[in-house]
């Protein structure tokens, strides 16, 4: 028997010395329970990672929406070098690269520039924040979120966020939308995705009635792949999200509310935003209000703090 951490989104466990995976879920108790393999097929650490690498291929192959092949591989690289350099001097040891992997491909997705630089800077701001910036013993942001919302508030000349959609193909958005809800379904964090979704629906009534715009022009950016990205891998963090289905859902409908206040605000990058203010504030919030016991038995392992996302 393995313990292994239920992670939706750039997760990685660390290995004890007996081969054991060491985490803590977010009900707050480490669960043990055989490190069964996605469909038959995939351990459940390469089920993100299939995920994201499947949005990639999909968008690259019928719409060309990466900026380049080779930015997309220097976002990863850099990930990678940095989890291993990170992990090797936080605790003498490289962690599971999945996080990396998995971080680096979303900063090649979602950031647009025509310079290289912004994707090796984004991919070294998203890993290095799970190390430098903790309350606690938990990092309080996304990776992603982090690296790519920084990115895009420091330097708006040189660098936007993914803004193609699936034009009016529906099978690409029904694959991704269809293997993403199997996968987050599996690693028990669906909710999250269906409150934020419907969410984001209602509110988008609100909005079209305010600014006198259509509601199909308000939804629209729901069926694109930048959209996919957040609401299956930012979102369902486990490691940045409350340790009780409740609490996670009332912070998915707080972020989107946020994200309905900065759109009407004219803010370009609302949904980053959103989860940037929000999601920080809700975990230190639980963490302060956790009892000393309970935050014991919500903090990971010694042994996976190094390798979480």
């Known amino acids: 028997m393995s313990q292994v951490n239920l992670k939706a989104v750039e997760s990685a466990t660390t290995p004890d010395s007996n081969g054991n995976c060491t985490a803590s879920v977010t009900s707050g108790e480490p669960l043990a ?39 997309t591989f220097l976002a990863i690289g850099t990930a990678i070098i940095c989890e291993s350099a990170l992990g090797l001097l936080m605790s003498q040891r490289i962690p599971h690269l999945a996080s990396a992997y998995i971080s680096g491909i979303s900063v090649g997705i979602l950031v647009r520039s025509p ?11 998203s890993i290095a924040s799970k190390y430098v910036l903790r309350y606690r013993n938990r990092h309080l942001w996304n990776p992603s979120n982090f690296g790519v919302s920084a990115l895009l508030f420091m330097y708006p000349n040189v660098a936007a966020s993914l803004s193609i959609q699936w034009g009016n193909s529906l099978w690409p958005m029904l694959v991704v939308w269809t293997l993403g809800s199997v996968i987050v379904g599996r690693l028990r964090r669906l909710h999250i995705c269906v409150t934020y979704v419907t969410s984001f629906l209602t509110l988008s009534a609100v909005r079209s009635a305010i600014t006198g715009t259509s509601y199909l022009a308000n939804i629209a950016p729901l069926t694109g792949p930048m959209y996919q990205l957040f609401v299956f891998f930012m979102l369902t963090d486990p490691r940045t999200t ?37 999601g920080p504030a809700a975990l230190a919030w639980e963490l302060v209000m956790l009892t000393p016991p309970a935050r014991e038995a919500h903090r990971p392992a010694k042994e996976a703090v190094a390798g979480e996302a």
Request: glycine letters at 6%.
């Open 115 to 125: 310079f290289y630089w912004p994707y090796a800077l984004c991919a070294t701001l």
């Open 33 to 71: 329970i055989p490190r069964r393999r996605g469909w038959g097929i995939l351990d459940n650490r390469a089920l993100a990672p299939a995920l994201i690498t499947c949005i990639l291929l999909t968008g690259q192959l019928t719409f060309g929406f990466l900026e380049s092949w080779t930015r």
């Open 242 to 278: 409350l340790r009780n289905k409740r609490g996670q859902c009332v912070v998915a409908v707080l972020v989107a509310v946020v994200e309905m206040l900065l759109r009407l605000a004219e803010v370009i990058h609302a949904p980053y935003y959103a989860l940037f203010l929000v």
